[in-house]
């Protein structure tokens, strides 16, 4: 169900949960917050297993890289269980996978696409997701692939050439 909403990855679909916030770039939801405290100091897993940062600058983890795709569920601990390392001061966001016993059927084949249209930059955003699995008996498996392609474009002020002009100086 999670890569049936209409968000455009996991920090936007955990940012529907109460005490998530989420820090927006370039319109996409990236880094997750919990209960305010700085996405640097939550941890992240993977069905249990501590997730690496990619960027190496931050412990950050950002997260509009992971499609809901294969995911069958997001969990958010607010809070340190005994059961858990303590590596999140404000919590830990565990993403857990979805597994072909889960399934309601032996075999499945779902593809999605979306194309939709940006006003700002004149440009067709597409997206598109492939899952295929099956079960034979004790064996299992379940294969995902997500494609995304969006153009940024970002107006703004960049303090690279700025210059004193004669006679509109402050302060002189």
């Known amino acids: ?22 820090a927006y770039d370039q319109g996409e939801g990236r880094y997750v917050s919990i209960r305010g405290t700085p996405s640097a ?18 412990r950050a983890l950002p997260l509009d ?7 069958g569920r997001l969990e958010v601990l ?3 269980t005994p059961d858990r390392d303590a590596q999140g001061i404000g919590g830990t966001i565990n993403l857990v996978t979805q597994s072909p016993f889960d399934l309601r ?29 099956g079960v034979i008996g004790n064996w299992g498996a379940l294969l995902g692939v997500s494609y995304s392609q969006r153009k940024y474009r970002s107006d ?4 690279d050439d700025w210059r004193t002009v004669p006679g509109v100086a402050r302060g002189g």
């Open 156 to 159: 703004g002020l960049y303090p």
């Open 65 to 71: 890289v992971v499609s809901g795709q294969l995911l």
């Open 41 to 58: 100091l939550n941890n992240v897993t993977l069905n249990g297993v501590e997730v690496g940062n990619p960027d190496g600058d931050s």
């Open 78 to 80: 607010k809070a340190v």
């Open 105 to 133: 059927q032996d075999r499945i084949a779902q593809l999605r696409a979306q194309v939709g249209y940006q006003e700002f930059n004149e440009k067709f955003p597409v997206q598109g997701d492939l899952t295929l699995g």
């Open 1 to 22: 169900d999670i890569g049936r909403l209409a968000d455009k990855n996991v920090a936007e679909n955990l940012e529907r949960l109460p005490a998530i916030g989420v």
